[in-house]
């Protein structure tokens, strides 16, 4: 049974920092690219960051230069820290493993709320 367990997320003030977690079970995960999505409320799910199984790196331009994600593959977890947080980081975050179509996996998503 695939699982993938989020954990990090809740409330910090803005300019704040916090450190997502999501530690993985059931699959190989160093075969897997992963990924961190967020979804804002009323609007839709977005990409924030993914990092394939060769440790190449993406980010959506809102989070260039404040977000990091890595991967400890000892560990099968993927982290993304998130620095000079902002009131639209707003969102629930949900991690995401993918190797193909058929073999992409969610978790159950975790809020943050950036607010004073």
């Known amino acids: 049974q695939v699982q993938l367990v989020e954990s990090g997320g809740g409330l910090v003030q803005p300019g704040g920092s916090l450190r997502l977690s999501c530690a993985a079970s059931g699959i190989t995960f160093r075969l897997y690219a992963m990924g961190w999505y967020r979804q804002a409320p009323g609007k839709q799910r977005e990409l924030v960051a993914t990092?394939?199984?060769?440790?190449?790196?993406n980010y959506a331009d809102s989070v260039k230069g404040r977000f990091t994600i890595s991967r400890d593959n000892a560990k099968n977890t993927v982290y993304l820290q998130m620095n000079s947080l902002k009131f639209e980081d707003t969102a629930v975050y949900s991690c995401?493993?993918?190797?193909?179509?058929?073999?992409?996996?969610w978790g159950q998503g975790m809020q943050v709320t950036v607010s004073s």
């Open positions: 990092i394939t199984s060769g440790g190449n790196t």
């Open positions: 995401n493993a993918a190797l193909t179509k058929t073999h992409l996996y």
